[in-house]
Nanobody, 123 residues
Framework: QVQLVESGGGLVQAGGSLRLSCAAS????????MGWFRQAPGKEREFVAA????????LYTDSVKGRFTISRDNAKNTVYLRMNIVIPEDTAVYYC????????????????WGQGTQVTVSS
């Protein structure tokens, strides 16, 4: 059974940092693109960042560029999202996803999803 399990969410003050992790199991994801999406209350799920299997190609949504860093450790089947200088607008449930294709901002391009981890940024 394929599973993506996110961890590392929580409550953080504005300006602080947080690191999310996503551990994959059930199959090897070392050749898959991995992505992070987020969904704030009352809003649609939106793209945050994606990284190709080799880490050579990385995408970020504009609002997190320069603050967030996506990385992966294929030996551990894990992808990370380092969140620096967080702002209240970063408050959302963060989802990890895996795609058989290349990095994409489209939800429909991702084949597997985790259950999400809550990130709350206080002002």
């Amino acid at each position: 059974q394929v599973q993506l399990v996110e961890s590392g969410g929580g409550l953080v003050q504005a300006g602080g940092s947080l690191r999310l992790s996503c551990a994959a199991s059930g199959r090897t994801f070392s050749r898959d693109t991995m992505g992070w999406f987020r969904q704030a209350p009352g809003k649609e799920r939106e793209f945050v960042a994606a990284i190709s299997w080799s880490s050579a190609n990385i995408l970020y949504t504009d609002s997190v560029k320069g603050r967030f860093t996506i990385s992966r450790d294929n030996a551990k089947n894990t992808v990370y999202l380092r969140m620096n200088i967080v702002i209240p607008e970063d408050t959302a449930v963060y989802y990890c996803a895996a795609s058989h294709g290349g990095p994409s901002v489209r939800r429909a391009d991702y084949d597997y999803w985790g259950q999400g981890t809550q990130v709350t940024v206080s002002s």
